[in-house]
């Protein structure tokens, strides 16, 4: 099995999507001779030509627009956004064309909307985001947030086989960080299936992305104090798994939920509702949140640490939570 | 000795730029050429004046300029007009049936107009073919008749019914269909359809077609950033969208010329590389001319055509909008330029197409489909409050989605075996 990072998981997912289906097409910025600004699409304009992978203006309305109304004809077009921060000058394609096409009027929008986010790389406020949260609160579109190689090759492949459109957040952090033996076969990983990176009785963290692996970096170090993580990786933060946030729960009966995004407003507090509707009897304990500030991502880089969590503070907290 | 690589021109690489300017050699002025097919130039202006303690719109200009003929058509013989025609009387009487159920407490929410509008919607819409596609905006009922929806369809969407095209989920022209008439159903937010229209073309050129793709923006919409940017990407990927900009002189009761400047929106198609048309859209022949030269352009891959249609929008914003902003004078000025009664002497007495006879007829008819889709809609059901669960995501099964015009061809190349450079990547 070969050793592929994070970001070739996720060319190789494309690339064989492409190979396996003629309707699948690459349109964005930048992703063609280029190969796009993290080289996403390197060598895709080679393979699959132009007319596949498509520069075009610096128009994110534009980009949204002209994929959703190609998807209307049958197609399956993967729209990469340079920086999933310019995600709100198509806010208003994605939100009332996109997501409400099928509600409305029964047209299905096969489309995938793909980029980089999130912090850690000293990117400051304009190349940092995780705006997923505008996308959750809209009913209609998915949204989904791997944390490995393994899931990004499996969940874009999947995003792009669904009828549905998929806001699929890439990690900009975890593109040559993390590695892992990928499977050179055709597998899916299904959307809103969560999965548990790693068992724990004494309490649960539900995380997703690059805060996965700051919760099993802090579960590695409770672990030698004799404090046993449950790491949950959502994978999907739309739909959400509702089963595996309640059945985590049940298993450790105390929960601290993370995220890359800001506090307020965050998908903390939808897990805790849905902890709340779903396994409230089990709590042993008060759900806690552990977040980015809210604030805009400082670029300098002791203030963006400051700014996001980090492996000490999941620590901190589920030492609190496992005395409780 | 190696081989000279031969340089391809790509199908989404732009032919040429169609509006391209001449500099005589004499001169360091260019010019460029807007196709103007009207056959006459009002020149109407309209001021914003102090009136005692208010502010009022004041025009001037050329008011009793005489009424221009119909312009005989290149392409529309005598029973396309007869049908262009008949779609104008029934999108205008089917407003009226509108309006009466307004008042009759039938409709939820407000009512669209078209008034004075029609033959622009419905000339347009009748250059397409059947596998193109159309976006439609509010006013554009007329658009939606000649696809092939009914009466019926827009009556019940404005009575919110379980039976109208969106089952009571929008309301007015906002519905559309993927299967068999092709229409994008428009959202409120104005200037968006553009590059979806764009992105129709884009899916059918990839599946080995190049279909025209029609829509509208109005004197107000165009001022929108989507606009630029939906038009400016159709011109760069040579795709065939048809943009008519209904110039109507108001965008709800803001006048035209407070949305931009320059004297005719057609020249905005110069700086898109792309040809500009200025049509009366008042004027059914005009309008179908030019939208038929355009699809042909489209067809031929030949890329985008903006066209210009000259109007007035002869009712309010919507049934609620008295529309008493609008200096009387300019209702009166386009009122002698109404569609249907130029289009009406043009049939009758000019090319005598139709006898007295054949028009009553064909009138009789036309409030017979009206009256039998008026009851049809009125007596259909409300949808059950339940109804309005389900369906915001394609479900397993729901859809099929396959590409409507053909599989596209691969082209089988070689991978290529190593990828560039790592290293250079935008923040690591
Ligand atoms: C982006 C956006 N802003 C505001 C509105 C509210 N609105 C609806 S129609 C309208 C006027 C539109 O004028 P115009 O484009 O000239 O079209 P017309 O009504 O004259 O046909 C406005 C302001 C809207 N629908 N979309
Ligand atoms: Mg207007």
Redesign the interface.
Known sequence: MPTLTYLEAIRQGIWEEMERD??V?CIGEDIGIY?G???VT??FI???????V?D??I???????????????????VAEF?FMDFIGCAF??IT??VA???????????LVIRG?SGGN???GPF?SQNPEMYFVHT??L?VVCPATAYDAKGLIKASIRD??PVIFFEH?YL??RIKEDVPDDDYIVPLGKARVARSGRDLSIITYAAMVHVALEAAEMLSKEGIELEVVDLRTVSPLDREAIAETVRRTNKVIILHEHVRTGGIAGEISAIINEEAFDSLDGPIVRLTALDSPVPFSPPQEEFFLPKPNDVVREARKLAAY | MPKKPKARSHSNHRASRASRPTTPASSSQRTYTILDYRLERPRIELRQVRDGDTVRYEVSGDLSAPVPPIRESKYLGKQQCIEIYRWMLLNRKMEAALENLYKQGKVVGGVYFGLGQEGCSCASAYALEPDEWLGPLIRNQGSLLVRGFSPRDIMMQYMARAGSPTKGRDASSHFGDIQKRNVVAPISTLGDLIPVLAGVALGARLQGKNIAVMTYIGDGGQSTGVTYEGLNFAAVQNLGLVLFVENNLWGYSTPADMQFLIEDLAERAIAYGIPGVIVDGTDPCQVYDAAHEACERARRGEGPTLIEAKMMRMKGHAIHDAAEYVPKPLFEYWKKRDPIARFENFLVNVKKWLTPAEHEKLLAGVDAQLEADREFAVASPMPTPESAAGGTYCEEGCHEVKPKYGVPTVKSRKAPATLRAESAVHLK
């Open positions: 003629p309707t097409f190969g600004a993290f080289k390197d060598g080679d393979r699959f030509g132009p007319e596949r498509i075009t203006p128009a994110e309305s534009a980009i949204v627009g002209a994929a959703f109304g190609a998807s209307l004809t049958g197609m399956r077009p340079q208003n394609q009332n064309m409400k096409a099928h509600y409305r009027w029964g047209a299905p929008a096969p980089p790389v000293h990117g190349h009913p209609g998915k009828n549905n900009k593109y040559r």
